[in-house]
C-alpha cells in the first residue's frame, strides 16, 4: 500500500511559477513510475507528466512541454512537478499517482493523493 500526499499547490497570476510535490509513504516508490494528472472543472483528468522509477525517461504532454518539469527524488520519496509560465488554463487539481497510466482515454494508477489546487489567475 501506498499513501501519497501532494502539497504546494495555491494561486498565481498567469505567467508565473509554482512546484507541487508528492510526498509517498507505506513503500520506497523508487521501482515505480510516478506522474501528474490534473483535472480541470468540468474537464476529464488528464495525464501532465511521467517520470521512470530511476528518474532517467520523462514524458510531458504536448500542451505543457516545455513549460513544466517532472523530477524525483527517490531518497526522499518524492516526485515533483516545476511548473513555470503558468497559464490560465493550467488551472486545475493537480494529483500525484504511481505507476500512471492512460487505458485507452480513461486515467489509471495504482495509487492516487488526494490532490492539490492550482489557480492560476489572468
Known amino acids: 500500500q501506498v499513501h501519497l500526499v501532494e502539497s504546494g499547490g495555491g494561486l498565481v497570476q498567469a505567467g508565473g511559477s509554482l512546484r507541487v510535490s508528492c510526498v509517498a509513504s507505506g513503500r520506497t516508490i523508487s521501482r515505480s513510475s510516478m506522474g501528474w494528472f490534473r483535472q480541470a472543472p468540468g474537464k476529464a483528468r488528464e495525464l501532465v507528466a511521467v517520470?521512470?522509477?530511476?528518474?532517467?525517461?520523462?514524458y510531458t504532454a504536448q500542451s505543457v512541454k516545455g513549460r513544466f518539469t517532472i523530477s524525483r527524488d527517490n531518497a526522499k520519496n518524492t516526485v515533483s512537478l516545476q511548473m513555470n509560465s503558468l497559464e490560465p488554463e493550467d488551472t486545475a487539481v493537480y494529483y500525484c499517482?504511481?505507476?500512471?497510466?492512460?487505458?485507452?482515454?480513461?486515467?489509471?494508477?495504482?495509487?492516487w493523493g488526494q490532490g492539490t489546487q492550482v489557480t492560476v489567475s489572468s
Open positions: 499517482a504511481a505507476e500512471p497510466m492512460v487505458v485507452g482515454s480513461l486515467p489509471r494508477a495504482d495509487y
Open positions: 517520470i521512470s522509477g530511476g528518474g532517467a525517461t520523462t
